[in-house]
């Protein structure tokens, strides 16, 4: 499970993040790239956009779900 208190600095605030966990596996950029990019300097994702809709939130949820060292988390 992804700890809050280890959120990777560029997330924006809101109640999903990515955490130092990340391993770059790019699948949440791919799968929800309306959302999560990729730090070039730091090799890894974080949340550039809080998802607003029922239907963005269900998206950020998947990809939390499908994170392969669970580093996506859901602080709401």
Known sequence: MADKNDKQPENVPGKFFVDSCCIDC??????????????????????YKQPESDEDIELCE???????????????
């Open 62 to 76: 998947e990809a939390l779900a499908e994170c392969p060292v669970e580093a996506i988390g859901n602080d709401g």
């Open 26 to 47: 790019d699948l949440c950029r791919d799968s929800v790239p309306d959302f999560f990019t990729r730090s070039e300097d730091g090799g890894y994702s974080y949340v």
